[in-house]
């Protein structure tokens, strides 16, 4: 059975229409989005095997492209994923007690997955977001501001929502 379903290939070939035929690798970041949300959020070796196959490339290329860039898992993730920034104007701002929050409230450490598979947490680097700090994101939707205790209550919202 193929990993790239009718519907994924659907999408891939719109992502390449997009690219002159003899720069469709370029279609590499696209192709590995499509792929990580269409397959529970984690990229495996296969994943990328079939991303490398379908442009022709070699999966070198391909792996070099998802261990670079931090929005690609190689791991399992929960459904939401909260990405806590830990740049110093959030760390200036009280970061250090959001993390520890986060961290008491889903029982795991950054990158596990909560044992009913719906949080995942990571700390990262700047979301661009500073006169906002302490922040964190999940999905599309930043939430600023945060202090211990609204982060647990933003979490106690997703949870109901997942």
């Known amino acids: 059975m193929s990993l790239i ?19 469709k ?61 830990r740049t110093l104007p959030c760390a200036l701002n009280g970061c250090e007690s959001v993390v520890e929050a986060v961290h008491h409230k889903l029982g795991v450490e950054p990158k596990q997955v909560t044992a009913d598979g719906k949080f995942s947490y990571e700390e990262v680097e700047c979301l661009a977001m500073c006169h906002l700090g302490p922040v964190m994101q999940v999905g599309e939707e930043i939430y600023g501001n945060l202090t211990s205790e609204s982060v647990v209550k933003v979490i106690d ?4 929502k997942l």
Do not use: W
């Not at 919202?157 to 109901?160: N, R």
């Open 25 to 85: 690798q370029s279609a590499v970041i696209p192709m590995l989005h499509l792929f990580q949300e269409a397959h529970g959020g984690s990229l495996t070796h296969a994943h990328q095997q079939a991303v490398a196959d379908y442009l022709s490339v070699p999966v070198t290329k391909v792996h070099e492209v998802t261990t670079f860039y931090t929005m690609y898992s190689l791991e399992p993730r929960g459904k939401a994923v909260l990405n806590v920034c």
């Open 157 to 160: 919202e997703l949870g109901k």
């Open 5 to 23: 379903t009718p519907e994924l290939e659907a999408k891939f070939q719109k992502v390449l229409a997009r690219y002159p035929a003899d720069q």
